[in-house]
């Protein structure tokens, strides 16, 4: 039960990065570690843009 609790956590892994606008995305670990130097087009298309959310206020 354990390495299935383990494997799903590492599934569920976000980082979260700073593009050079300043705007700040909620980005799946997995799917940044597949490009070397993400463009910002990049981390519009496979992450959540946080800068927007009303609790960053």
Same mark, same amino acid.
């Given at each position: 039960?354990?390495?299935?609790?383990?494997?799903?956590?590492?599934? %569920?892994?976000?980082?979260?990065?700073?593009? $050079?606008?300043?705007?700040?995305?909620? &980005?799946?670990?997995?799917? %940044?570690?597949?490009?070397?130097?993400?463009? $910002?087009?990049?981390?519009?298309?496979? &992450?959540?843009?946080?800068?927007?959310?009303?609790?960053?206020?």
């Amino acid at each position: 039960m354990s390495d299935e609790s383990k494997t799903y956590k590492q599934e %569920l892994s976000v980082k979260w990065i700073k593009a $050079e606008s300043g705007t700040t995305y909620l &980005c799946p670990v997995a799917a %940044l570690e597949r490009l070397e130097d993400p463009t $910002e087009d990049q981390l519009k298309m496979i &992450c959540v843009d946080e800068s927007m959310n009303p609790q960053n206020e």
